[in-house]
């Protein structure tokens, strides 16, 4: 088996699992990755060095030689990385962005990741959108952010690597007093003739305009002009109270004084969130938080996308890479 001059630490880690599990749905879900994925990166493994790791039929897989002889270096080499990656853990904290203090699905991830891994140091950091957070991350002074990847200029998502996480239902935030407001749930259709605030002009945050636009295309919905930037809560909300306009939100938005929250449906337009990293970046526990937005995707149902749910081509290609 002929050596290759470099061998991606991901694709031993798929190798070892396999090989411990012998089964590659079980692998897979101990990896957190897609069946899919995981048999992919098992077979670039073999492609670079040249010799089949595994017999695989209907019933059963086993190692083959070159695999038998791969396997103990394969763990020795992944120890020595897990060492590595611990020590660098321990002289700095994973610097996550949840995006705003209010969110709460992020916010949830962060919290399963530090019961997970209470001897990692996690951070919360707030950027207020993806498309600021992930010039961080490729900066190197965020490790993590949540948001819409499908937003992303092409050339900031090929530094990034991204996991699905939840497809949130979005709402509307409305003046107590709006003639909306009285009902339970707003059908998109009630907010034609209506000029809703998206975030237009803010410059963390295009990616979440972008959705707006591509919602209220064709429904007559207008998208409201750009408001002056305010930072903070108390700020958002004086601004907010200013203009009057109803704001696209999601279920989850924090309360605000004088206004109520209406999911919005017929259709179910849905926020596509992602969790996102600099591509290469070695963290212990990176792979904690990824294990945890995993865990509690699953037992929520969040990558559940309901029949009725809205969401554009482009976030459906990202929110099935799993």
């Known amino acids: 088996m002929p050596a290759p001059a470099h061998l991606d630490p991901r694709l031993l880690r798929a190798f070892v699992t396999v090989a411990e599990e012998l089964h590659f749905t079980r692998a897979a879900a101990r990896l957190y990755v897609a069946q899919q994925a995981l048999s992919r990166d098992v077979r670039r493994l073999e492609r670079e060095l040249g010799g089949e790791l595994f017999v695989r039929t209907t019933r059963q897989v086993t190692l083959t030689a ?7 270096y394969a763990r020795a080499v992944l120890q020595a990385q897990d060492d590595l990656l611990a020590a660098a853990g321990q002289a700095r904290p994973l610097l996550v962005d949840l995006n705003s203090p209010g969110l709460r699905t992020a916010r949830r991830v962060l919290h399963r990741a530090r019961e997970l ?9 707030y950027e207020s959108g993806l498309t600021w957070a992930a010039g961080e991350l490729l900066a190197g002074r965020l490790d993590a952010s949540f948001g819409r990847f499908a937003g992303l200029a092409p050339a900031l998502r090929a530094g990034l690597g991204q ?11 409305l003046p107590e007093d709006h003639p909306l407001a009285a ?6 259709a009630a907010l034609a003739g209506e000029t809703v605030y998206a975030g237009a002009g803010n410059p963390r945050t295009p990616e979440w305009t972008d959705l707006a636009r591509s919602l209220f295309e064709g429904r007559g919905i207008a998208l409201a002009p750009p408001a002056p930037l305010a930072v903070g809560e ?3 909300q004086r601004i907010m109270s200013r203009t009057r306009h109803p704001i696209l939100a999601v279920v989850d938005f924090p ?20 969790l996102v990293w600099r591509k290469g970046m070695v963290h212990p526990a990176l792979d904690t938080l990824r294990r ?3 865990e509690i995707a699953a037992e929520e149902g969040w990558l559940r996308r309901p029949v009725e749910g809205w969401l554009p081509d482009p976030d459906i290609v990202v929110m099935a890479a799993r």
């Open 183 to 188: 009902l339970t749930e707003v059908p998109l």
């Open 117 to 125: 891994a209470p001897g990692h140091e996690l951070m919360a950091r």
């Open 163 to 173: 996991q699905p996480v939840r497809h949130e239902p979005m709402a509307v935030v």
């Open 255 to 274: 309360p605000l004084p004088s206004t109520v929250l209406r999911p919005l449906v017929d259709p179910i337009p849905l926020s596509p969130v992602s």
């Open 292 to 294: 945890a937005a995993a």
């Open 66 to 72: 070159d695999g038998e002889r791969l396997l103990p």
């Open 234 to 236: 108390e700020e958002f």
